[in-house]
């Protein structure tokens, strides 16, 4: 059964950062396609940033250039450094298995509990 535990959201001022984690368990974490995604309140879910075998990775267009997706395959454990934050930011992130990089998909129907980013402005 796969399971995703998503660590290191918080409170911080905008203009700074985080790096978000998910650790991975279940799966053979190293063929997945995997993403990060976001709730704000009242607006639905939505894909951040996903990234597949070679390091190759895709981003939506409001975190392009300020954030960085990443994985350790070691690990099982996947990464997302957010700099620059804005209170637009602010939301649940998750993560999950992604079936395309730029047709992120969940490939899973189960979820993490996410974790709370708050940007303040």
């Known amino acids: 059964q796969v399971q995703f535990v998503e660590s290191g959201g918080g409170l911080v001022q905008a203009g700074g950062s985080l790096r978000l984690s998910c650790a991975v368990s279940?799966?053979?974490?190293?063929?997945?396609?995997m993403g990060w995604y976001r709730q704000a309140p009242g607006k639905q879910r939505e894909s951040v940033a996903t990234i597949r075998d070679g390091g190759i990775t895709n981003y939506a267009d409001s975190v392009q250039g300020r954030f960085t997706i990443s994985r350790d395959n070691a690990k099982n454990t996947l990464y997302l450094q957010m700099n620059d934050l804005k209170p637009e930011d602010t939301a649940v992130y998750y993560c999950?298995?992604?079936?395309?990089?730029?047709?992120?998909?969940?490939?899973?129907?189960?979820w993490g509990q996410g974790t709370q980013v708050t940007v303040s402005s």
């Open positions: 279940g799966i053979t974490f190293s063929i997945y396609p």
């Open positions: 999950n298995a992604v079936t395309d990089i730029y047709i992120p998909t969940p490939s899973f129907a189960s």
